[in-house]
């Protein structure tokens, strides 16, 4: 980092800039873990004013942090290295809906919910949608490669996705793709921008693309008494010839720890619920709802119940929803996964989690989306207790080493970010980060872009906590 960037910067943003410690200290967390302060946080609100900033970060070679709503999970946001924090949440909400075309253009700071709304509004739909989507900005979501509930049928953000707008990390502005439906033009830049949690540049427009909303959709609900045999009930599902919308799961406390933020309904005498969403055609539905609740009969689910209005179905989901803000009610700290594992493997996966939570007796709570092996293991307890913060990062490698043997993934759709990058070469193998390394390298020479994020700094550690530990 050279010296007189900070007045360069101020030169050219003035108000738009902050740099005192006391500004900055929202800019220092996100929702992960770890403290690591701005050196500036710039709040930009145009494309120019991106390629103006990243101009004079690459020249003086300081370190930019894209942030959005600061929801992310993997640490994404956090200024590792110092330098500058971009802000794109002051950048005006905008979402253009072309009905003809059926895509939709939008910027970057726009909330989730906010295009899922306008989609509606021309009987279309945006299908990514994250439990976050009221509090997260589609340019989060498009450098993580979000997810959702509806992911088991529809796919995830980057499914949507058929252009960009990016500042390159020189301040060049560039477009990727387009707004056809179909693109084989050279590289495909679009699929590598999305999911590069702000590494390779800024996303500051995205081009959608939308598809009909499905005439109807019914919600089922089933308890079960054992995981394994909830586990049962979602494959035998998914083998029926049916494709749910959704199909999530929560265990026994996650269900108590939501009746008691919000009492909504759940059962919390078992150790298990599974919720369906089937959408389409109204006939269909209501075949498939009556189908699906056969199946989960047979298997011994009880409390199966259909909610016979929209309000109803919502707070199901609402319920699903709150499980987040629930469990994060019982112990200060939370260590939330999202370790993904081939469907087959659910029930494998269950078994391990629950021996996890036995060998290090430690509060391990799952839900998560059962349809697409997207579990959410979650760890609640306390940072500040050294000896049970160690049981849980013994958990947390576990868990992701079971992951992989089942044959899954670090992350489903949370990224890698600082929380999970010590054990990236356990999933790629050396080759495959030093592709990826190389990729950086050539997009990004001065390293200037989040750096510190998906690949590991020296002697980096598992962060559980805000204070953070370095070797
Ligand atoms: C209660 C709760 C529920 C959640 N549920 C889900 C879920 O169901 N599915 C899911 O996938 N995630 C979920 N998340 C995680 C999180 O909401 C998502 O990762 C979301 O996409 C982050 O959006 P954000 O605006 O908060 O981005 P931030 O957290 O601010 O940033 C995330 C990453 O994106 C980068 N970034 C942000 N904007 C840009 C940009 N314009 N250009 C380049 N890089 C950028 C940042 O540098 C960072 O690396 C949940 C989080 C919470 C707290």
């Known amino acids: 980092m050279e010296t007189g960037w900070i007045e360069a910067l101020q030169a050219k943003m003035g108000e738009k800039m902050i740099s005192s410690r006391s500004d900055l200290d929202t800019y220092s967390y996100d929702a992960a873990f770890g403290e690591f302060f701005p050196e500036a946080v710039v709040y930009v609100t145009n494309t120019e004013a991106v390629s103006e900033v990243l101009k004079i970060a690459n020249e003086y070679k300081v370190s930019v942090t894209p942030r959005g709503l600061g929801t992310g999970l993997s640490g994404g946001d956090l200024p590792v290295h110092g330098g500058i924090t971009l802000d794109m949440t002051q950048w005006p909400a905008s ?9 939709a253009r939008v910027s970057p700071g726009t909330l989730t919910s906010e295009i899922h709304a306008e989609a509606e509004k021309h009987g279309l739909m945006y299908p990514p949608d994250p439990s976050s989507s009221n509090i997260s900005t589609i340019g989060g979501n498009l450098a993580e490669n979000a ?23 020189e301040g060049e502005i560039m477009h990727t793709g387009g707004h056809t ?7 495909d830049l679009t699929k590598l921008m999305v999911g590069s949690e702000g590494i390779l ?8 693309k939308l598809i009909p909303k499905p005439a109807a959709a019914q919600t089922v609900m089933a308890a079960f008494s054992t995981m394994e045999v909830a586990g049962q009930a979602v494959s035998k599902t998914l083998t029926s010839g049916i494709l749910p919308a959704k ?3 929560i265990d026994q406390a996650c269900a108590q720890a939501v009746e008691k933020y919000e009492p909504l309904g759940l059962p919390t005498n078992v150790e298990a619920i599974v919720l369906v969403e089937l959408d389409g055609h109204p006939t269909a539905v209501q075949e498939e709802a009556e189908a699906v609740s056969k199946i989960m009969k047979e298997l011994g689910g009880t409390n199966i119940s259909q909610p016979q209005t929209k309000e109803d ?8 929803r709150l499980v987040s803000p629930a469990t994060a009610n019982i112990k200060p700290t939370r260590a939330s996964e999202d370790a993904t594992v081939p469907r087959s493997q659910i029930p494998a996966m269950m078994a391990r989690l629950a021996e996890i939570r036995e060998k290090y007796d430690l509060l391990l709570v799952v ?18 207790d050294p000896e049970e913060i160690e049981r849980v990062k013994q958990a947390i490698e576990e868990i992701f080493q079971s992951a992989l043997e089942l044959g899954g993934t670090l992350s489903g759709e949370h990224g890698i970010g600082t929380m999970k990058s010590p054990f990236l070469e356990k999933e790629l193998g050396p080759v495959g980060v030093d592709m990826m390394k190389r990729i950086k390298q050539s997009w990004d020479p001065n390293n200037i872009m989040n750096p510190g994020k998906i690949f590991p700094d020296k002697g980096q550690r598992l962060i559980l906590s805000r204070a953070v530990e370095r070797e």
């Open 367 to 384: 839900f998560g989306h059962a349809g697409d092996g997207n579990l959410h293991p979650n760890i609640l307890c306390d940072d500040r």
């Open 95 to 103: 979402v253009e809906v072309f009905p003809n075309d059926l895509v």
């Open 313 to 320: 179905a919502l707070n199901m989901w609402k319920a699903r």
């Open 247 to 249: 199909m999530e799961f």
């Open 147 to 169: 997810g959702g509930p509806r992911g088991l049928k529809y796919g995830v953000t980057k499914d949507y996705v058929l252009g960009l707008e990016v500042v390159t990390p």
């Open 181 to 187: 439906i179909k693109n084989v033009t050279g590289l």
């Open 201 to 208: 540049g800024m996303i500051t427009g995205a081009t959608l």
